[in-house]
């Protein structure tokens, strides 16, 4: 897993780490450590870092009877299994997807959104940002857009080039409203990502002007 | 050097009372556990909901909880105790706000931030841990107040740079910038 070259920013694996980011953030973040090993260790960093912040704090002692009430409840303590349920996901489909998908992505019921792009929505957030799967054909693009609030990519499978670089499996993109951009996914397979955007992304060709307030309608009653 | 040499006691006798709690269910060591344990986890509670004392208690109890049943999980080699105590109240703070209703998401926290209590799926050995956390405490030690208060916000009261902005009447960027630049001196992100 040596060809990643785009990662989260340190102030974000940093909120990843206190766990104060919007969950849908949390998942994009989550799903690049699971083939990041350079991110996954500057994430057991972090996490000394709180536990250090955590220990400076002054010690709030414990309500008198909390401890003797728990030390007599210890030996009928199981734990939660739930985490164990046998899984028949497909390798591909990273862990902490697997609360949305129960195969794989080729069973997905996957919506036509043009010629050359399905997608799939996974859920919504607090934010109200919506969390979904894209699917491009070998070679397909999406239109030319920029974005009024921030878009966070990652690439699940295959690959796709943008006016910035080349992207590959696991790589993570943070894009705001300052980027403009045409993604287009390589020739040699299709390419599917997981994306989570903030607000309603804003086309900037001809056909995506016209588009746009279709666009809209549908980011609102999704 | 007393100082160091007593937290490094204390940083082994915590070790050895969870692996008597994961290999014999020792229960006076877990009252130790407990005793060291407990109130800090109820201050980090407090950091975020301040006055709720019954949350706190709660938050406790489901972190100790926690340690005993997953004390075998405890690998010495990924983390030293304090940080493997910190991401269970970090996970059992999130999920216990979740289901509480304080926000509302569809996105379950437990699926994202509970591997990282077990091996997760690529562990590493953590390579000079002493050192590192020496690195740490040195640095928060002097790390300007604009920088170590934003830290305190994101790790302890749990705001987003978002929330955080808004309440210290900062720009976003600068907030984002502060965080970097407080993480960089802590000198944690370096590759080694």
Known sequence: MNTIK???????????SAA??????????????????????????????????????????????????????????????ENDRIEDIDKSVPRCLHQFIDKGFGEISWKRISRDIKSYELCRDQNNAKVELLRIRPGGTS???????????????????????????GDFLMRDSRHKHTPVATRDGECICLAVTEAPIQLTGFFGRLLNPLIRRSYVTG | MGQKKSSTELTEKLKSCLESV????????????????APQIRAYSLAREPGADLIADELAQEVMIRVWLKAESYNSKLANVNTWVFTLARNCRIDYLRRNGRFVSEIDPTEIFNDMEDEGPSPFEMVHQS??????????????REQSEILFKVYLEGKSHQQTSEELKLPLGTVKSRVRLAVNKLKVLVAR
Do not use: W
């Not at chain 1, 785009?6 to 990843?16: A, G, I, K, R, V």
């Not at chain 1, 920029?146 to 499996?169: A, K, Q």
């Open chain 1, 6 to 16: 785009n990662h989260p920013s340190d102030e974000l694996l940093t909120s990843y």
């Open chain 1, 20 to 81: 104060s980011l919007p969950l849908s953030q949390a998942l994009c973040v989550s799903v690049h450590l699971e083939s990041c090993d350079e991110c996954a260790r500057k994430l057991q960093r972090l996490n000394q870092v709180g536990s250090e912040l955590m220990r400076q704090l002054k010690p709030s002692p414990p309500s008198p009877d909390l401890k003797s009430n728990l030390l007599e409840q210890l030996d009928s303590l199981v734990e939660d299994t």
């Open chain 1, 143 to 169: 239109s030319t857009h920029t974005h009024m609030g921030d878009e966070y990519t990652v690439i699940l499978e295959g690959s796709f080039s943008d006016e910035s670089g080349l992207y590959r499996r």
């Open chain 2, 22 to 37: 994961a290999k014999h269910r020792d229960k006076n060591a877990f009252s130790t556990l407990f005793d060291h344990y």
């Open chain 2, 131 to 144: 050192r590192l956390e020496e690195n740490i405490k040195d640095g928060l030690a002097q790390l300007p």
